[in-house]
């Protein structure tokens, strides 16, 4: 791999990698886990360029034998006890998110100062493969994200929009980054782990159109030190949206999370709730669906998005139900869909 360079001179290079199109030939990366998202990661780096060493954490023997193929060098000592003393100096760590944060070569990318990048890190820098960059809609807040990532999908399909989930039960990230009929908006699922990782103050940290959290859930893998660490990384969701931070009524924490937020200018906070909505709200009048967020007579008008009917049609009854439908038509109408689209999108979802 060549030899190490020094920190600094690291840092320098990897400031310069913000697009595909970037010279990433040569750079060493270690690659920690090797799940679907794992091999997601060393694929795009094997495909740009990098010298990749991987970490096989709960990898499976055709897991590793893909890695290999594709061109990466899989270490084969016992996986859970791999540090970086296994491998050659690496300029950076790229991590999968179903890796616990104490593995060692975790702890000493952190004393030696290597950079740690999630795969959603890694995917918003090379996110120009095919072209001009799909919009990012982000969504944080515990599994029920899955339900929203697939809904706003939908409607962002009936809008005419080439649309699909990425990230939590969707496709991996970087996979629909190289889709070679590309996208034109990602439905972006990040978990709290991504999001540790993430330095919202980066040269080219992720920056959403639109972005959400459902919920402030609690940690219940212990993955994270307590839980003011776990409601630190979901609020790193907000961080540098640039149209709309959508947050949960009902989770004081959530609209905390987006007052705390750096956001770029003009990012509008929208609420949504089961109750009457405010002027800059999505919420429930009568029985209807409404948005007085985005339209110019808010203060005086709501738009009408669907019916309790149409979310009792397409077996969306539960209260949870209700409240995913309403995050995901906030992140619709901030991203430009209609509300024809809307309600057709949950009409028509994919269950």
């Not at 906030?330 to 269950?351: C, K, Y």
């Amino acid at each position: 791999m060549g030899q190490p360079l020094s920190p600094e001179s690291a840092s320098q290079r990897l400031a310069t990698l913000t697009s595909w199109n970037a010279d990433w030939s040569g750079l060493r990366v270690v690659v920690v886990g090797l799940d679907d998202v794992g091999f997601s990661i060393v694929d795009t780096l094997v495909e740009l360029g990098a010298d990749v060493e991987v970490i096989p954490v709960a990898a499976t023997p055709q897991l590793r034998e893909l890695a290999t193929v594709v061109g990466a060098s899989v270490q084969l000592g016992v996986p859970e006890e791999t540090g970086l003393d296994a491998v050659h100096a690496p300029e950076l760590l790229v991590v999968s998110p179903r890796v616990r944060r104490d593995h060692p070569a975790l702890r000493a990318a952190g004393d030696r100062g290597v950079p740690i990048w999630s795969d959603a890190e890694l995917a918003w820098r090379v996110r120009d493969k095919t072209g001009t960059p799909a919009r990012w809609l982000t969504m944080s807040g515990g599994s029920a994200t899955t339900q929203v990532a697939y809904l706003l999908a939908s409607m962002l399909r009936e809008a005419g929009l080439r649309a699909v989930p990425a990230g939590g039960a969707g496709v991996p990230i970087l996979d629909a980054i190289r889709d070679p009929s590309g996208f034109d908006v990602l439905a972006v699922e990040l978990s709290s782990r991504q999001l540790h990782w993430a330095d919202p103050r980066a040269l080219e940290a992720i920056a959403p159109e639109a972005s959400l959290s459902l919920d402030a859930v609690a940690d219940s893998s212990g993955w994270h030190d307590d839980e003011t660490a776990h409601r630190a990384a979901l609020a790193k969701v907000y961080e540098n949206t640039r149209v709309a931070c959508v947050y949960n009524l009902g989770e004081l924490a959530t609209r905390d999370a987006v007052e705390d937020a750096e956001v770029q200018e003009g990012a509008r906070a929208i609420g949504f709730g089961l109750g009457i909505p405010g002027p800059s709200d999505v919420g429930v009048v009568e029985g209807i669906l409404v948005d007085r967020a985005f339209l110019d007579e808010r203060r005086s008008h709501a738009l009408e998005l669907a019916t309790t009917e149409d979310l009792a049609a397409s077996g969306l009854e539960t209260r949870d139900a209700f409240r995913d439908v309403l995050a995901a038509a906030a992140l619709a109408r901030a991203a430009g869909v209609e509300p024809r689209a809307v309600r057709d999108g949950i009409l028509r979802r994919v269950r």
